[in-house]
């Protein structure tokens, strides 16, 4: 189950500490009881949530694993150090899982830090002024005991609106910010402040690189196998959202001979383009389970639905509610306590479409391995040696595009509106490869991925391939290897060359649900005509109403970009209807 909690900090900690405090009969009442003090800190989560006591003060919730994938249960098994500073170090070198690390700060004060996993797979809120607030993973909990009530901040929804796929760790909530994965969060006195304390540009680091694809492979296939089946049997039994694409796919080899009991689902739409049954049943006649069939039907993907409280930005559209409703189902039938993807798997192994891999190798090694790429590149998108050439200079030569592009198509916003802030990831050290670049700002894209996943029951969102050694054994490996044989996520096929289908394993394809989605749009004009044109987005001043009544009421197709334009409207006014 998800793991649940509320950390509270300084004063409020302080009022925690008498006898009959109501507060904490109310999150008695919640399931909620106290599982640890430090310093000014004290930690409420369910009976059932895994604490580990440190040395030196700190608490660990969540699971913790070794680099073997046995869970950490004992403190004892984590070596002694002199600092919580190089405990938190010797974690990240040597462990892996999906927690949140309080500790009290090296200087022996009263302040606090706290680190969230590199995987993001425990939720991280926090509200923390002149040093009182709270952490959490779920505002309801807070709102139950009257720290927080739902207010809406404008600045960031006119943000979101032009940058809408970009992940910051400030929230549409006011007052709220995100801890976002692998950052500290320190608590000192009346001041806090966060830092990176992973960084996915220590991997990609010269004497991080593997030379030898083989090695790579290898790496691969066993850290992911290692990772998933740790996963698989923490959980014990689980539904697998199977699309029969490589990356679901991996992960379904890779719980083969799992003690866990396994269920696979995949959607079907009722167009062409999503319909992935050949190759996901052969991936489950492979590990002898039986395949789920599910309908994703048009009126699945609602226009306006509920969202839970603690959705903290706008993230989840009318696709995602109707796969929801699929995996949901299917997830009740069978009765699992979690929910595995193959997500964030064309960012893992590296599948960018751009000559950028190209232009890495000339720089890495030189003119051969250059031209190699650039030959790849031909064979990859089908385009001629000119052009692959062409395009690989200007990566070398040209300066690099801003990492995120602004979107003002059917918004009253006219002129440059920069972000409020930028993902700490997209800060590039001198010299960075035009390659690691683009794979990194779209792994920081890949953290909204959780906030778009809704799931009821209370099950855990599974997505091993962003935990932290699958994303550091595939950073490693460069961008050039990843296109060898003009082949997209190569190093991933010949990891797992010897545990796929041949019909998987060569598939160039992949599928989409695009057809679905516009054919959603068009049955919904006028629901979302009416939503968008009677909603807070409007009522702010924010949408270009001449144009965007133009669109929905016109009798010509709309592009794709048009309509995921107007869905991505619909997915931020359906949040704000939802908070305020």
Known sequence: MCYRYIALTNQLADSFDSSGCQLADVLRESGMESRGHMGRLVL??????????????????????????????NPAALQHHPTPSALRQHLLD???????????????????????????????????????????????VASRIGLYRD????????????????????????????????????????????????????????????????VAARKIQEITTCVVRAMAETDRTLLLELSGGLDSSIVAACLAQTRSRVTCCTAVTPLPGADERRYAAQITEQLGVELMQRPLEFADAAIAFPLPQHSLRPAVWSLSCAVTRVMDDAADTQNVRSHFSGSGGDTIFCYLTSAAPAADAFRERGFTAGWQAIINLTRLHGCTIAK?????????????????????????????????????????????LPGDRERIVDLAGNQLFRDGTLRAGGRRIRMPLLSQPVMEACLRVPTW????????????RAAFSGQLPPDVLSRRSKGTFMNYASAAYNRNTKTIRQFLLDGHLRSRGLLDLHNLELLLDSQQPASGRSFMRVLTLCMIENWVRNHV
């Open 481 to 492: 290897m990843w296109i060898s044989g003009g082949q997209n996520r190569a190093v991933a």
């Open 151 to 214: 207010r809406v901040d404008w600045d960031f929804v006119s943000h979101c609106l032009i940058y809408p796929y970009m992940k910051v760790s400030r929230t549409g909530l006011a007052g709220i910010s995100e801890l976002l994965p692998g950052c500290l969060l320190s608590i000192d006195g009346k001041n806090t402040s966060t830092v990176l304390a992973w960084s996915p540009w220590s991997f990609v680091a010269p004497e991080e690189r593997h030379d030898d694809p083989a």
């Open 94 to 140: 040597r462990y892996w899982g999906e927690y949140l690390l309080f500790q009290p700060a090296d200087n022996g004060t009263e302040s606090i830090t706290l680190m969230r996993d590199p995987s993001g797979g425990i939720a991280c809120a926090y509200s923390v002024q002149s040093g009182n607030g709270f952490i959490t993973s779920d505002l309801s």
């Open 44 to 73: 409420f989560a369910p009976r059932q949530t895994p604490i580990l006591p440190l040395r030196g003060g700190g608490i660990l919730l969540g699971d913790l694993y070794d680099k073997n994938g046995k869970p950490v249960t």
């Open 388 to 432: 692959a050439a062409q395009l690989t200079m200007r990566k070398l030569y040209w300066p690099p595009k801003p990492v995120i592009r602004a979107e003002y198509s059917l918004l009253t916003q006219i002129g440059e509106a920069p972000p409020l802030e930028l993902h700490p990831w997209f800060s590039a050290p001198p010299n960075a």
